[in-house]
Structures are given as structure tokens and as C-alpha cells.
């Protein structure tokens, strides 16, 4: 088993030892399922899709099972090429120029140049790197193995800073100021100032959380554990409320006006209203939905159970 893969199973047994009100939540949610509103589009990938991310005309897919990632064109979801990487790749994100990739088994990110794919670098980080994210100069990894963070500089990967977080590191996300990083093995996530990386709080949300997103002003959190997303207010970690979403909710993104959660046990994305945290729907994807992104016009969803990306 690939040890991006173990610490994923990690995380799910600690969920299940919290699944109490959070089992209930699951069943609510898929109940609510509504199969006729889904006209998500589906297309093939490599293995164990796990990140995704556009980089304004293309789509990312990290492929944790083959060790690739596969380029396709968001218009049509053509494929345009895979790219090896390192072991058990995970995470993504985009800097403008380039894409990062975090290599689970390797405990590399690496740098591919999105107009070709070319690889152009790998840089050592943490043990078992799962998130990452770009803060507009800087790369900064989720360690899940290692309890910190580490931060690149996107020009040419040097690091510039290793920093300790809590326990499971897995999402993060950049508010355009701070650093937010889920610690999957706790109830918290923490925030880091982006410049130096001090730390400027940690703020209890749900069991196991997992992935980060940010809307503007708040921060959002999926809680594997108890099938819920939490708001947080950014500027000071304010709670400002938990909603019930399906069972393992895993990715988040925002799409200027919604936040959108997959619900890794129930096959589905959630559909929230960023202003209240109400559900306006509830569609299906394909088999263990994990990375969720938005494109300005689509929202792209990978799916690590059935080999594929559903654009919505």
C-alpha cells in the first residue's frame, strides 16, 4: 500500500471512531440526494484520481495509483497529456506558470510546466506531503507524516522555512494573507502568517478535518469525521457555523458564490450557499470523490474509486 494511501486510511479510522452524530449526518445527506439534478459530465483518468486543480484553461488531475498526472482540456475534458511524477502523487496547485504536485511516497513535490508539462524540478519536503497551496510568491506542503509545513520558493524550490502545525497535516489553503492547514489528526486547523510563518492561532472545528478553502472572508473546513463543513471567520477564527454535508466529505472548493464539498462515502458533491451555509443540492459524481475544483465556469470533481473527473 502506498503511504499517501496509508495516511489516508489513518484518517478514516480515526473518523470512524467518532461516527456517532456524524453516521447520522451521513444518512440525512443521502437521503437528499437528488439524482435527477446531476448532468455531471465524466471522464477517464489514471489511478486513484486524488487532487485536481485548472490552471485558468486546462484541468490537473494527480493520479495516486499510477504516479502521473493527466492534463485535459476543460472545454471538452480531452486529454492533452500524463506526466510522470513522484510516488503516490496527491496534491496540486497551480502558480501562474507552473504546477505543483506533492508526491505522497516520496516525500517530493514536483514542479511541472503547465504549457508542456515539463518536469522542472524536485525538491524535498516532509514525510508523506498530501495539500498544497500557492500564496502568490511562495509553495507551501502539508506534511501528513511529519506534523509541519513546509515552504517553497516557487522561482526555484528552495526552502525557505519548515514549520511545526498540528497532528495529520492534510489540507491548507491561502486567505491572501495567512496559511491554513487542517490537522486531520486533531479537531483543529491551524493559521500561519504567510511571511514568516508564525503561528497566529489554532481554532477547533469538527473531527478530522480535512481539506481548506477560502471564500474571500471566511475560511472553510470539511470534517471527515462528522460529515460536516465549518466557516470560520478569517480574520479571527470565529465560528460562524457547522453545516451537515455526506459522509466523508473530503475537497472543498468556492466557486465566487457557493462552497462546494465532495462527500467522499456517498459519491456525491454538496452544493452550499457561501452567504448561510444552506444546501441548494446535492449531485452525483463518480465513485469516492476527493479533489474538487472550480474553473470560472465548471466545477471539476476527482474520483478516486471509479478512475475519473466529473465536470459539473
Same mark, same amino acid.
Given at each position: 500500500m502506498k503511504r499517501s494511501t496509508i495516511g489516508i486510511v489513518a484518517v478514516m479510522f480515526l473518523m470512524f471512531a467518532n461516527l456517532t452524530e456524524g453516521q447520522k449526518q451521513v444518512q440525512d445527506s443521502a437521503a437528499r440526494v437528488d439524482v435527477s439534478a446531476s448532468q455531471a459530465q465524466s471522464f477517464a483518468v489514471g489511478s486513484l484520481p486524488a487532487g485536481v486543480v485548472s490552471d485558468g484553461t486546462n484541468i490537473w488531475v494527480t493520479n495516486e495509483g499510477s504516479n502521473t498526472v493527466t492534463k485535459l482540456q476543460a472545454? *471538452?475534458? !480531452?486529454?492533452? &497529456?500524463?506526466?510522470? $511524477?513522484?510516488?503516490?502523487?496527491?496534491?496540486?496547485?497551480?502558480? =501562474?506558470? !507552473? %504546477? @505543483? $504536485? /506533492?508526491? &505522497? #511516497? /516520496? !516525500?517530493? $513535490?514536483?514542479?511541472?510546466?503547465?504549457?508542456? =508539462?515539463?518536469?522542472?524540478?524536485?525538491?524535498?519536503? =516532509?514525510?508523506?506531503? /498530501? =495539500? %498544497?497551496?500557492?500564496?502568490?510568491?511562495?509553495? @507551501?506542503?502539508? !506534511?501528513?507524516?511529519?506534523? *509541519? %509545513?513546509?515552504?517553497?520558493? #516557487?522561482?526555484?524550490? #528552495?526552502?525557505l522555512g519548515t514549520f511545526s502545525v498540528g497532528f495529520r497535516p492534510a489540507g491548507l489553503a491561502f486567505d491572501g494573507v495567512n496559511i491554513w492547514v487542517a490537522n486531520s489528526g486533531f479537531l483543529t486547523v491551524t493559521k500561519l502568517r504567510a511571511s514568516d510563518g508564525t503561528i497566529l492561532g489554532t481554532f477547533e472545528v469538527g473531527h478530522n478535518p480535512f481539506a481548506v478553502a477560502f471564500d474571500g472572508a471566511n475560511i472553510w473546513v470539511t470534517n471527515q469525521g462528522s460529515a460536516t463543513v465549518t466557516k470560520l471567520r478569517a480574520k479571527d477564527g470565529m465560528i460562524l457555523g457547522t453545516f451537515g454535508v455526506g459522509g466523508l466529505p473530503s475537497g472543498v472548493a468556492f466557486d465566487g458564490m457557493n462552497i462546494w464539498v465532495s462527500n467522499r462515502f456517498n459519491n456525491t458533491v454538496s452544493e452550499l450557499r457561501a452567504s448561510d451555509g444552506s444546501t441548494r443540492g446535492t449531485f452525483n459524481v463518480g465513485g469516492q470523490p476527493i479533489g474538487i475544483t472550480f474553473d470560472g465556469s465548471d466545477i471539476w470533481v476527482a474520483n478516486s474509486g471509479s478512475n475519473t473527473v466529473s465536470k459539473l
Open positions: 472545454s *471538452n475534458g !480531452n486529454t492533452l &497529456g500524463t506526466f510522470e $511524477v513522484g510516488g503516490s502523487p496527491f496534491g496540486v496547485t497551480f502558480d =501562474g506558470k !507552473n %504546477v @505543483w $504536485v /506533492s508526491n &505522497g #511516497a /516520496s !516525500n517530493t $513535490v514536483t514542479k511541472l510546466r503547465a504549457i508542456d =508539462g515539463a518536469r522542472l524540478g524536485t525538491f524535498r519536503v =516532509g514525510v508523506n506531503p /498530501s =495539500g %498544497v497551496t500557492f500564496d502568490g510568491t511562495s509553495i @507551501w506542503v502539508a !506534511n501528513f507524516g511529519s506534523n *509541519n %509545513v513546509t515552504k517553497l520558493r #516557487a522561482s526555484d524550490g #528552495a526552502r
